[in-house]
């Protein structure tokens, strides 16, 4: 088992070393070889790794989204890696994504989407056309935390994106968007209110007409995080985000929070949804008594 040495300790270790190597007649190289320093990756907070994506086409590249550092490459599965994005408007991340048909294509959405006091904004979504090389923002500059991008299989020029919106005020661009024009335009087309965002939206794995997405009615201030509400909760489009209808059956009752989505790839009819809710009986809609529900699994009408 590998121990970590502190800081305090390891100060010592080569305060002593010099002491003894000058008794010995002084502080030699070969002397040195003995204390070898190692990088242990991002050890802050700042550090830490909001999305990883693989290119459908080569899994040899990796684009790795970081909360606080940036956008990452890697050309040879993780062996080296190369900063792609440091020269844009944001260095916090929350999501990136290849074109499943052209992976000179990448999409990139920024502000971190989490909801703690170090959470930073973004400033929109960016697209590259060569692989990460150069980036072009293409809207959604109010939209300060970005939940997700999802490109339709079926037509690179329609993408959604699922926008949180700030998270110290109300408004901005937070809902739903969608593009029909590999972003030149956008329309928003699932908005709940001022307060509530979409955090994530998924296709059914075999028809991307249907679409579920989850709304996140949040609010940050210094000493307090409201982390959901009764606008919180799971809808569902048949039509391409034409309409949506907000899902209630088997599903919590009471003020919902944050939930994650997925599809079963085989058998589309069942989704899965990861749902924080406050518990049946206990009291506050705030961060305070919310507690995780349990996964649910349910057919696709709820």
């Not at 070898?36 to 802050?44: D, Q, V």
């Not at 909801?115 to 980036?135: E, I, P």
């Not at 606008?231 to 309409?243: L, Q, R």
Request: hydrophobic fraction near 40%; glycine fraction near 14%; proline fraction near 6%.
């Amino acid at each position: 088992m590998t121990r970590r040495i502190p800081v305090a300790v390891a100060a010592a270790v080569l305060v002593s070393a010099g002491l003894t190597a000058r008794q010995d007649g002084g502080l030699s190289a070969d002397r040195l070889k003995g204390i070898e320093l190692r990088s242990i990756g991002p050890a802050l907070a700042t550090g830490r790794v909001a999305d990883i994506e693989i290119d459908p086409k080569n899994p040899s590249v990796w684009y790795v989204a970081t909360a606080f550092g940036g956008l990452w490459k890697t050309n040879n599965r993780g062996i080296t890696f190369v900063p792609i994005f440091d020269h844009y408007g944001s260095f916090t991340l929350c999501c990136v994504i290849v074109d499943p048909k052209d992976s000179n294509v990448v999409w990139l959405g920024t502000g971190e989407n989490a909801s703690q006091r170090s959470a930073h904004f973004g400033d929109g979504v960016y697209k590259s056309l060569d692989a990460g090389a150069t980036w072009d923002r293409v809207g959604l500059a109010a939209s300060e935390h970005i939940g997700k991008i999802l490109i339709d299989p079926r037509n690179s020029g329609v993408v959604y994106v699922a926008s949180q919106g700030p998270l110290w005020s109300a408004g901005g661009e937070r809902g739903l968007y969608k593009t029909i024009d590999g972003g030149a335009t956008w329309t928003a087309v699932l908005t709940i209110s001022p307060d509530t965002g979409i955090s994530d939206v998924v296709f059914d794995t075999k028809n991307p007409d249907i679409l579920y997405a989850s709304a996140y009615q949040r609010r940050r201030a210094v000493g307090q995080m409201i982390g959901g509400g009764p606008e919180g909760g799971i809808f569902k489009s048949t039509n391409a985000g034409k309409t949506w209808t907000k899902l209630k059956n088997g599903l919590p009752k009471d003020d919902v929070g944050r939930v994650a989505l997925g599809v079963d790839p085989r058998k589309p009819s069942t989704v899965y949804a990861l749902i924080s809710a406050k518990s049946p009986g206990r009291g506050g809609g705030a961060r305070g008594g919310a507690q995780p529900a349990t996964p649910g699994v349910d057919e696709a009408g709820f």
